[in-house]
């Protein structure tokens, strides 16, 4: 399966879900689905590429913290909320939904979807 | 009620909590719960220093991404799974769970604690 079909499933999964992407700590997207999604005007490409700079930081921080590798990161906010799971060292996939999405099926399905893509790689 | 009391109420809560936390945007702690943790060498304090930098950075970001307010993050790493909730513009409250707590009941009572602790400040 491609990125692209693994997200779809992450997305038609998830009850809310807004759209799903694999992403570079860097910021840029790998693949998303849906390629154009429908965010109403909530700047979700701007939120992912500040969420990918918040998670370099967490991952960065980790040793010195001894907190261990950061696994997972979630946003909620009045108008998105998304769940970001890491993949490999370079790269994690986000999952965003509506406010009242299903966050516990979102972490769920993420955590499940984290070893296929990581098999993709 | 005192902060002190609601955080003890938070912790003595959720399974596999470590400590609570009200904290101002600076990093600053108001009170702890316990006063001093058993984190064995997961660097607690300053990991909460950290995530109250990233929150700040979140809550800035969150007009421009248009969002809309940030009312909760959690970080789960391998040894710790942290979770802050906005209290008021300057605070937030943070509880911090070992890697297998139960961090639905600390969304939860922690949801419920924001209340009580708003009506204190």
Not at 6 to 14: F, K, P, T
Not at 18 to 45: C, K, N, Q, R, W
Request: cysteine-free.
């Amino acid at each position: 399966m491609s990125f692209s079909q693994h997200l779809e499933a992450v997305v038609a999964q998830v009850d809310g879900a807004v759209a799903a992407s694999v992403m570079g700590f860097d910021g840029i997207t790998v693949e998303t689905h849906p390629p154009m999604p429908d965010t109403g005007d909530v700047e979700l490409a701007s939120a992912w590429i500040e969420y990918a700079n918040v998670l370099t930081q967490l991952k960065n921080a980790a040793e010195t913290l001894r907190t261990g590798d950061v696994t997972e990161v979630s946003v909620n906010s009045a108008r998105l909320v998304s769940i970001m799971r890491m993949v490999t060292p370079e790269y994690f996939v986000v999952l965003s939904l509506k406010p009242d999405g299903n966050l516990g099926k979102g972490r769920y399905v993420l955590r499940l979807a984290e070893s296929k893509l990581k098999a993709e790689f």
